[in-house]
């Protein structure tokens, strides 16, 4: 664009804005706002309050305006001087068209009681950004057909979920249920959770502890058997993980667990008409399972696509704040190496042995270009097409994000409770795929049918082709550099993660 000469946009009441410099997407406007436009202000908010002044001689809303101004124009000023600065900014953008990519500068250039207020305005703009043509977007979506194979697998573990057991007079062998009472003990002493009753496990599955099963075969109902087994080291508390325990065991009871016959008459206990209506469920089920690396490939597509489509000057500020955000990652993944390999940080953001290089800031750089392209692409979108995120949609959101987090649930939930603005933060990922939706739904789609294994396959064919690219600019950088993490969220100004 270049530097433009300045020029003088008309009156706007009594404002007058001039464009002193316009370079790319940079622009410095000089505003200047008359002084009668700010005692009419002045004078107007003096008239809200004079009922609620207290001078003497007069009674509350009978001061002349005269003494008022004398008294308490002064004060008065600041307040005004501070709404007229944030009104007249927006009105100038407003009249440029210049949308902010960022939070504009504002310098003071002349103000104070008697006259003119004159700023300036350091702005950078969003660019103009072509908008996008669903027709000429065209996209793959995947479905999985299950072969008769996995859903006979499907049946067969069902029916072994749900296999019958009857009593045995025989001593336990794998595959049998044990029900049992214990108490156990670490170094001779008891323990939160030490005491079960009518604990009832399968041998051989090893799904309470491991080890444990195997010490119960050859007992029999009314047997006493000491197990001794060493706690997981992930058990819940630290100071037992790790040790030998002594569990006393009762048993109560041993079952047999009898053949599941696969049939009509099985199918309708659970829930289907027959055993080919049950299949049809279940292959319909594995199609669900699936949906989700389906919907992974085809938000990729509709990335890649329109990153390799667009083109358009990026704003600075934006590019700027998001390379800081892949470096501020790749520093913790080094760190995360380091880590690995027995190395001491003082705390989570000891970075100043962290050193990187021109290659992993220019990677840096690529990345953040990408992401702040299709940020902007994805706004723009959005509000073309009037998308919005309700209350509702970021409540859900949050109950979405709570599931990760087990047993963690009501202190997360308490801390967006008591700060609210920091739910808004979850708006940019409920925004981007509100717009994915759209871009899905107005696209030419074209379904394909695959295996479990066929897509499962491509999925993997497109996470090894990005490793590939990762590892060969790793390659080029030495073995110190790292991996970079693609999917972290764009700034908030930008409303997107990609």
């Known amino acids: 664009m270049g530097v433009q000469v300045p020029h003088t946009a008309p009156r706007r009441g009594n404002m007058k804005v001039t464009v002193e410099s316009n370079k790319g997407l940079s622009s410095e406007l000089k505003v200047v706002v008359d002084k009668k436009e700010i005692e009419q202000k002045i004078e107007s908010r003096l008239h809200e309050l004079k009922d609620t002044i207290n001078l003497k001689g007069f009674r509350p809303g009978k001061a002349p305006m005269e003494l008022l101004k004398k008294q308490f124009g002064s004060a008065v000023y600041g307040e005004v001087l501070d709404k007229t600065l944030q009104q007249s ?63 006979d697998e499907r049946l067969k573990n069902i029916a072994e979920g749900n296999k019958k057991y009857v009593e045995k007079k025989d001593k336990a062998e794998k595959d049998d249920l044990v029900v049992f009472d214990f108490v156990a003990t670490v170094e001779g002493k008891d323990f939160e959770g030490n005491k079960g009753e009518k604990l009832q496990i399968v041998l051989g599955k090893d799904l309470f502890v491991p080890g444990f099963d195997e010490q119960l075969i050859g007992t029999k109902a009314g047997d006493e058997k000491i197990a001794k087994v060493n706690l997981p080291d992930n058990y819940p508390k630290k100071e037992l993980a790790g040790k030998e325990a002594e569990f006393k065991c009762k048993i109560k009871e041993v079952k047999k667990g009898e053949d599941q016959k696969i049939d009509d008459a099985f199918a309708k206990n659970m829930g289907a008409k027959d055993l080919k209506d049950l299949e049809g469920m279940i292959a319909k089920q594995i199609s669900r ?52 390999k027995g190395e001491k940080f003082n705390h989570e953001h000891d970075h100043d042995r962290i050193k990187l290089e021109e290659k992993d800031k220019k990677n840096a750089l690529e990345i953040a270009k990408r992401r702040v392209k299709l940020a902007l692409l994805l706004n723009k979108t959005g509000e073309e097409n009037q998308i919005k995120v309700t209350q509702e949609e970021l409540k859900f959101e949050l109950e979405k994000q709570l599931r990760n987090y087990p047993g963690q649930e009501k202190n997360i939930r308490d801390f967006y409770q008591k700060n609210p603005n ?77």
Do not use: C, W
């Open 89 to 151: 900014a927006f009105d100038a953008l407003k009249e440029k068209k210049i949308t902010p990519a960022n939070q504009p500068k504002i310098d003071v250039k002349k103000s104070g009681e008697g006259q003119d207020l004159e700023f300036t305005i350091s702005v950078e703009q969003v660019p103009e950004i072509e908008k996008i043509d669903f027709n000429k977007i065209e996209l793959n979506k995947y479905e999985v057909k299950s072969d008769k194979k996995e859903i």
């Open 289 to 340: 399972e699936f949906e989700n690396v389906s919907d992974q490939l085809l938000k990729k597509e509709i990335l890649d696509e329109l990153d390799k489509k667009y083109n358009f000057e990026l704003p600075k500020s934006l590019l700027e704040d998001e390379v800081k955000n892949v470096e501020h990652a790749l520093v913790h993944e080094k760190m995360d190496e380091l880590r690995a």
């Open 422 to 498: 920091e739910l808004v933060k979850l708006r940019g990922p409920v925004f981007e795929d509100k717009v994915i939706d759209l871009i899905k739904s107005k696209a030419k789609i074209i379904t394909k049918t695959l295996s479990k294994d066929e897509l499962i396959k491509l999925f993997n064919k497109e996470e090894e082709s990005q490793n590939n690219q990762k590892e060969q600019k790793k390659s080029e950088k030495g073995p110190s550099d790292t991996k970079t993490k693609t999917k972290k969220t764009v700034t908030s100004k930008t409303s997107s993660k990609k």
